[in-house]
């Protein structure tokens, strides 16, 4: 009995140790835009036309690409797409999101197999937050500003939802096929959708079990309930 309570007491205290460093983790991956390294992609069938404010687009949610992907029809049980003048703003903000994530699932991935910085010393995964230099993530912030202030930063008045200038046109094969450009424009918005979620959930699996995605795989680990090495 003596020993369950310890080891009980010991879990709790590595749960709350790691749920800190996820806290963490989901604040830094907040802050961090890959939008410039992603091809500059519109994300909307039709240019976005103008509002009767200056500083603000109008779209409606039947002119966006992907509105009805999988839902075979606007699925808006909360109404956010009645408002039109933030619509703009929305998709532009899933995109950068979704770029956002695509990066951070192959990273959070290939930093298990290499990592080369401060000679490899550092550890993968959630626990990279606290080994890394402070004078580091003075760099990585500052670095994210410059992005999201110079090429990184949307155009509200002229330019489409993502598209950031004529940065990353050169990896679009399909400038003159508008129908081929589409079809990548969706593969774009879906894979963002879907790294959105896989990053989130990688998080908190590592938040709760203390095992990067690889060593659960390695490990035999693919379900947290109940198989012994898991939180529940």
Known sequence: LSYKFKQK????RKSLHFKMKFEI???????????????????????PTKSVSKTSLSMSVKEMLGADVETRG??????????????FRRRAV????????????????????YHPLYDGKISPGLSAISQVPAAAWLQIIAAI????????????????PGELGT??????????????????????????RLAMVGIMGMLIQE??????????????HISPFGDGQGFF
């Not at 007491?9 to 709790?12: A, C, G, R, V």
């Not at 909360?78 to 619509?87: N, P, Q, T, V, Y």
């Open 94 to 113: 899933e995109l950068k999101h979704g770029r956002i994530c695509m990066l951070a699932t192959f990273g959070y991935i290939f930093a298990e197999l």
């Open 207 to 220: 938040g709760l079990t203390g095992q990067t995605p690889l060593e659960q795989l390695s490990s035999g």
């Open 145 to 160: 500003g410059i992005i999201e202030l110079t090429v990184g930063k949307q155009d509200y008045e002229n330019k489409a």
């Open 25 to 47: 983790a989901l604040f830094a991956a907040c802050l961090t835009s890959a939008s410039a390294f992603a091809p500059a992609f519109t994300g909307t069938k039709v240019t």
């Open 74 to 87: 606007v699925w808006d049980p909360l109404g956010f797409s009645k408002d039109e003048a933030s619509l």
């Open 167 to 192: 940065f990353g046109q050169g990896f679009n094969a399909f400038q003159d096929d508008p129908e081929k450009y589409e079809a990548l424009q969706l593969k774009e918005l879906k894979n963002g």
């Open 9 to 12: 007491s010991h879990l709790e």
